[in-house]
């Protein structure tokens, strides 16, 4: 397996650039690692194999280069994290964070043309659980760390690999690598970030994720005595909770502006219609501006960039058909605007049901607030730099997600956080958390040029 893994790498690099033909074996080397970890099912509960895939890539960085010493397995509940340290020469200085997570989403067999857990190489796709979120990124970062070790580079400082173990759940490896280490000169997220591509393969744009929207639940709840439902009385759970949710619908949050969306708005009128343009202008002049906010929330992919939003997901009510109900309850999901507590919008609601029956209590979700991190001018120009040797002229687009990513918990700790991944996908490419997840093996090589000049840069 390692060679012919080995030469779809050198056979993949024969059609790039002259610029991305210096990686092959920390090509082949990213592949394998990839096809290696599809295959460990790390998904929280029963039978996870995050410890054991944790405890492999550990192998692989110590057979790199890295110190014993330096890479450690940390068992947490059903899962694990990992810490790699690729030691510096000043140790004074700041280190650099690069976060990334082992664990995927839940995928069962039945469902997929292939099997999940099986990596399979085809029409130049990978296929597997994991293959683009996130093993893609953290096999190609893991073979780029042990390229720079062949090449015997000495960083100016030290570059800490944190690799979370339950990111798409808990979180709460996130939680505790962001406890250990929170003095970072800054955080590059390789599960954020990235680049589109049209449906012909042309670059649209490329994304910088520097701030993300607070994910709450809410549960809002009526309760009554009840009764036998050919006596009814005034009071009515259903009627009380359906009440409240219309209300909540017709809600709308104040509209918010920050560094982050406002580069991005201002990135995007250029390419915008004359209606959108005109409409984005007036925003940013004036957020309150009610007309220009009305036609940009009338875009379902705009709305969560103007402020919060909350939304009903979940409702459950009564308990038998011929019996007033005693309880109504529905889940609200919010995604709040950084720099917003999560409290704050308990309350909003509150208000704006307005019913003294209501009981509302934000459920734990494993996620915390989080403000937006600065925009750094360097950091910014070397993206644009990277990105652009590959797609001239491409626009360097910082956003802002909808949350949650692992980047949460450090930016709550004042570890300013960027996503940067490098990989460039069509929309009809993107399957992560759903069925048949892929990614173009023709990104492998790119990433780890993109990778190797970014560390390189940053830590020199």
């Known amino acids: 397996?390692?060679?012919?893994?080995?030469?779809?790498?050198?056979?993949?690099?024969?059609?790039?650039?002259?610029?991305?033909?210096?990686?092959?074996?920390?090509?082949?080397?990213?592949?394998?690692?990839?096809?290696?970890?599809?295959?460990?099912?790390?998904?929280?509960?029963?039978?996870?194999?995050?410890?054991?895939?944790?405890?492999?890539?550990?192998?692989?960085?110590?057979?790199?280069?890295?110190?014993?010493?330096?890479?450690?397995?940390?068992?947490?509940?059903?899962?694990?994290?990992?810490?790699?340290?690729?030691?510096?020469?000043?140790?004074?200085?700041?280190?650099?964070?690069?976060?990334?997570?082992?664990?995927?989403?839940?995928?069962?067999?039945?469902?997929?043309?292939?099997?999940?857990?099986?990596?399979?190489?085809?029409?130049?796709?990978?296929?597997?659980r994991g293959a683009s979120d996130n093993k893609y990124d953290l096999s190609t970062m893991i073979a780029t760390l042990i390229q720079l070790k062949r090449e015997g580079f000495k960083p100016g400082r030290d570059i800490l690999l944190l690799a979370s173990g339950d990111e798409e759940t808990a979180m709460k490896t996130t939680q505790k690598l962001a406890e250990?280490?929170?003095?970072?000169?800054?955080?590059?997220?390789?599960?954020?970030?990235?680049?589109?591509?049209?449906?012909?393969?042309?670059?649209?744009?490329?994304?910088?994720?520097?701030?993300?929207?607070?994910?709450?639940?809410?549960?809002?709840?009526?309760?009554?005595?009840?009764?036998?439902?050919?006596?009814?009385?005034?009071?009515?759970?259903?009627?009380?909770?359906?009440?409240?949710?219309?209300?909540?619908?017709?809600?709308?949050?104040?509209?918010?502006?920050?560094?982050?969306?406002?580069?991005?708005f201002e990135a995007g009128i250029p390419n915008s219609d004359k209606p959108m343009a005109e409409a984005t202008r007036r925003f940013l002049a004036n957020k309150d501006d009610a007309e220009a906010l009305a036609y940009l929330r009338s875009y379902p992919g705009l709305i969560g960039q103007t402020g919060t939003t909350c939304v009903a997901t979940m409702v459950s009510a009564g308990h038998a058909p011929n019996a007033l109900p005693q309880r109504a309850t529905a889940t609200v999901n919010c995604r709040i605007f950084p720099g917003t507590k999560t409290k704050a919008v308990e309350e909003t609601l509150a208000r704006v049901v307005g019913d003294p029956d209501l009981k509302i209590v934000e459920l734990d979700t494993g996620t915390t607030a989080s403000d937006a991190s600065p925009l750094r001018p360097d950091l910014m120009k070397l993206v644009t730099r990277l990105i652009r040797a590959r797609f001239p002229g491409v626009p360097i687009v910082p956003s802002m997600s909808s949350g949650a990513s692992d980047s949460m918990w450090f930016r709550a700790r004042g570890v300013p956080s960027y996503g940067v991944s490098p990989i460039f996908m069509k929309s009809s490419d993107g399957f992560a958390h759903g069925l048949n997840e892929r990614t173009p093996l023709s990104e492998i090589a790119p990433s780890i040029v993109y990778y190797r000049a970014m560390l390189k840069e940053l830590a020199k």
């Open 1 to 128: 397996m390692r060679h012919a893994a080995a030469f779809l790498a050198l056979a993949l690099a024969a059609a790039l650039p002259a610029h991305a033909q210096t990686n092959t074996k920390a090509q082949a080397q990213a592949l394998e690692l990839l096809k290696r970890g599809i295959a460990f099912r790390t998904v929280a509960g029963t039978g996870n194999q995050t410890f054991g895939y944790a405890t492999y890539l550990k192998t692989q960085l110590v057979a790199g280069g890295f110190a014993d010493s330096d890479v450690r397995v940390e068992k947490l509940g059903d899962t694990a994290y990992l810490v790699a340290r690729y030691r510096g020469a000043a140790a004074a200085k700041k280190p650099i964070y690069i976060s990334a997570h082992m664990d995927v989403v839940e995928a069962k067999p039945a469902d997929w043309t292939r099997d999940p857990f099986t990596p399979v190489i085809e029409n130049g796709y990978i296929w597997g």
């Open 180 to 264: 250990e280490f929170h003095d970072a000169e800054l955080l590059l997220n390789i599960d954020g970030g990235g680049g589109e591509l049209d449906e012909t393969g042309k670059a649209v744009l490329f994304g910088i994720q520097g701030a993300e929207k607070t994910y709450a639940d809410y549960e809002l709840t009526f309760t009554n005595p009840g009764g036998h439902s050919s006596a009814p009385g005034k009071s009515n759970a259903i009627y009380s909770l359906a009440r409240a949710l219309e209300k909540i619908a017709a809600y709308q949050f104040p509209a918010e502006i920050n560094e982050i969306t406002r580069a991005s």
